[in-house]
């Protein structure tokens, strides 16, 4: 099906904006590659004391990466407002948001196909119920993001936002958390276009109809 130009603008301005952030992000966590208070660090956390590798990072230094990983954040906020304002004002939002109570079903049925448990794919529009899950999922963890990234950012002046994430520490732990998830759905992400390469094509040119 056709992808408005909106879509696809926005698609790939986030593409941008989530690799500066990342590659910035992980630059700023080689500063302190700890999780946890100083002296308390976290138990969980296999690469304590491990700065990311160097072809993983963007920035340079550390201030250098604090002002590319600002710049790429609002970058990826207004991106997302013009992107809901368009969802709101088109109606694609019915199109490609998950709906738990209609599309619960069509996604574990979709995921038994992919996983060739089943041999028939469950109908589907646009987006499978399966990608819906997956592109929501993807779109909270972006909130998420965001929300923690300001709770690091400004945890005196939007203390009620640190503590939702129970603590500055906490909020550092859940913003490196957010980033891998977001990176494993990429992994997914690819994995579906590679499944359904006409839908990478129609990202790029818009597509025609079916």
Do not use: C
């Not at 100083?38 to 956390?45: E, F, P």
């Not at 049925?109 to 119920?129: C, E, I, S, T, V």
């Amino acid at each position: 099906m056709p992808q408005p130009w909106v879509i696809r603008v926005a698609h790939w301005v986030n593409v941008a904006a989530l690799v500066l952030m990342a590659g910035s992000g992980l630059e700023i966590l080689a500063a302190y590659p700890d999780l946890g208070p100083r002296g308390a660090a976290y138990g969980w956390y296999p690469f304590a004391g491990q700065a990311p590798p160097g072809w993983l990072r963007l920035g340079g230094w550390l201030a250098g990466a604090r002002s590319l990983h600002f710049a790429a954040a609002w970058l990826l906020v207004v991106n997302a407002l013009v992107y809901l304002g368009y969802w709101a004002a088109s109606g694609e939002w019915r199109r490609r948001l998950f709906r738990p109570r209609g599309d619960t079903s069509g996604a574990v049925g979709m995921a038994l196909y992919y996983l060739r448990l089943r041999k028939q794919a469950p109908p589907a529009d646009l987006y499978n119920p399966l990608q819906r899950l997956a592109y929501t999922t993807a779109f909270l963890l972006g909130v998420v993001e965001v929300a923690s990234g300001l709770a690091i950012y400004k945890p005196v002046q939007l203390s009620w936002l640190a503590a939702a994430f129970g603590g500055y520490d906490s909020a550092r732990a859940i913003h490196l958390v957010a980033l891998v998830l977001l990176a494993l759905f990429t992994v997914g992400h690819v994995a579906l276009v590679l499944l359904h390469p006409r839908s990478l094509a129609e990202m790029v040119t818009g597509g025609t109809p079916r």
